[in-house]
């Protein structure tokens, strides 16, 4: 009787453990406000990935962003955040789970933004700093930590394959099934995992050696091939496709996107001062919209 009143115990505190965990996990809340014209302005301008959506992806990606930034704090720490920056951060953690209907990062809180680069102890300033983007783990699980500059660089060169912020975003995505190791088991099928093993292990020493034009970081392990040569799917698609027609199709069947059809470099249509503003007020653009503070 004894050892039974102790396994019901034991069974109850693991009931109620799964049961707290389910809770901690809970949807994020849906935004209820109409997606701002300003935010719409930034997409626009900044986001190359945006501007080869059709209407219906504008508003699906709008939707996430604005998801994403209601249920997520972007915090500055030692320097000033815009709305760009806001804006930034959450199209990076959007770009890549873009093809999945109902992808919600719940184990991420909040985005802490440094200045620049960083050493592993955070400190901005000092010896070691080499750190461009960080996910957190033990005291830390929960945030992900950016470099500002990092951050914005990664939308401004148009010809390199980097993106920090999309490399971190892959890698919290790669941790969705506990562990940060290169597999991302909640994306990939069955028949794709084997594949993809082997095609990492294959590849490593190659990546590492700099007998590619993959970003030798990428042959360091595992997890950080998974989120370099994410980078370089997500930035340079047609060209991955043409110098790594395997690679691009395992990634192609990761993240159910297929890039190379999207034309990431087609330039977009500034608007000028005297242009109606696209938010209908009537006012022209320089008056209205194109004349907004980014700071918030």
């Not at 945006?50 to 709008?62: G, S």
């Not at 093809?99 to 200045?115: A, C, K, M, R, S």
């Not at 010896?127 to 996910?135: F, I």
């Not at 390199?160 to 506990?178: C, M, P, S, W, Y």
Request: glycine share 6%.
């Amino acid at each position: 009787m004894y050892l039974l009143l102790i396994f019901i115990l034991i069974l109850g505190l693991g009931f109620y453990s799964y049961n707290w965990k389910l809770k901690s996990k809970k949807n994020w809340s849906p935004p209820k406000e109409l997606f701002p014209t300003k935010w719409r302005i930034i997409l626009n301008e900044e986001i190359p990935f945006y501007r080869t959506l059709n209407d219906t992806e504008k508003e699906k990606f709008e939707f996430k962003v604005q998801e994403f930034l209601l249920n997520c704090s972007i915090i500055g720490v030692g320097t000033e955040i815009t709305i760009v920056d806001k804006v930034l951060v959450a199209s990076s953690a959007i770009i890549p789970i873009f093809g999945f209907e109902n992808w919600q990062y719940h184990d991420l809180h909040e985005v802490l933004i440094y200045p620049g680069i960083f050493n592993k102890e955070f400190e901005t300033e000092g010896p070691n700093r080499t750190v461009l983007g960080m996910v957190g783990t033990g005291y830390m699980d929960g945030k992900m930590i950016l470099s500002q500059e990092a951050l914005t660089h990664g939308f401004e060169n148009k010809t390199d394959k980097k993106n920090t912020a999309i490399h971190e975003f892959a890698h919290l995505i790669d941790k969705r099934d506990g562990v940060i190791d290169g597999i991302p088991h909640s994306l990939l099928d069955d028949n794709y995992l084997e594949p993809w093993i082997n095609y990492m292990d294959k590849k490593l020493d190659e990546v590492f050696d700099g007998d590619s034009d993959i970003n030798p970081y990428g042959g360091t392990n595992r997890a950080e091939f998974f989120s370099v040569t994410s980078e370089y799917f997500f930035e340079r698609p047609k060209l991955l496709k043409k110098k790594h027609p395997e690679l691009y199709e395992l990634l192609e069947k990761i993240y159910k996107q297929d890039l190379s059809k999207r034309d990431l470099k087609k330039p977009h249509t500034d608007l000028t001062d005297k242009c109606p503003c696209p938010c209908d007020s009537g006012k022209k653009y320089k008056d209205c919209c194109g004349n907004f503070d980014p700071i918030g």
